[in-house]
């Protein structure tokens, strides 16, 4: 079975500096990853995904995220933190490319 | 882009009644369609996965006598929530996907919010 690990439950930034989630995933295959935003009271918007094609992973919103199979890590990062960033992160995993294996997610507060 | 909507987004009921929940793609057939449960500052767990014109896959655990999926055309996927108590009462979320190139696309509604009182 899969599963993925988001480590830290709550991240707080200021405005303009690096964003940085952390994702550790576990599965028998190579699997497929994602990141979703989630903004309170809305359903889940893709950031990015990876697929196997390129380790560096550009996605929606300025954010980028880094396939380590050496690590099972799949870190989302932003260089420069914007208010509007402010929301719900949550990493997943899939086998199939379609059925998901959440994380427990990654609150992110952006201070002024 | 590719829309889904779920109807309604909030919705209160006394205990002991049913609700149903809608998810539809609104500009695309959806191969498949997933709903999730979403408990208050947690994750996304998976209920159940519906195929069109097929009975839904439940997940270990969730009772499939009491959320009802049906999946009525490539567009269209329902959720009733049968004699709902005040622990259901949480954050529906539907899902649908679609074909995109060699792999799949999957997209979110907004969510239901349901409070059973």
């Known amino acids: 079975a899969q599963s993925v690990t988001q480590l830290g439950s709550h991240v707080s930034v200021s405005e303009g500096a690096l964003v940085l989630l952390r994702c550790n995933y576990s599965s028998s295959v190579p699997p497929y990853l994602f990141w979703y935003v989630q903004y309170p009271n809305q359903g889940l918007q893709l950031l990015l995904k990876y697929t196997s094609a390129a380790t560096l992973v550009k996605g929606i919103n300025g954010f980028e995220a880094e396939f380590k199979k050496s690590e099972t890590s799949f870190h989302l990062t932003k260089p420069s933190a914007h208010m509007s960033d402010a929301a719900e992160y949550f990493c997943a995993v899939s086998l199939n490319d379609y059925k998901l294996s959440f994380g427990a997610g990654t609150t992110v507060t952006v201070r002024a | 882009g590719a829309v889904v909507s779920q109807h309604p987004s909030w919705v209160i009921c006394k205990s002991g009644t049913s609700v149903k929940i809608e998810c539809r793609s609104l500009?695309?057939?959806?191969?498949?369609m997933f709903w999730y449960r979403q408990f208050p500052k947690q994750s996304l767990m998976l209920m159940a996965t519906s195929n069109e014109g097929s009975k839904a896959t439940y997940e270990q655990g969730v009772e499939k006598d009491k959320f009802l999926i049906n999946h009525a055309s490539l567009t269209l996927s329902t959720l009733t929530v049968t004699s709902a108590h005040p622990e259901d009462s949480s954050f529906y979320i539907c899902?649908?996907?679609?074909?995109?190139?060699?792999?799949?696309?999957?997209?979110f509604g907004p969510g239901t919010r349901l409070t059973v009182t």
């Open positions: 500009d695309f057939q959806a191969t498949t």
């Open positions: 899902s649908a996907t679609r074909l995109a190139g060699v792999g799949y696309e999957q997209y």
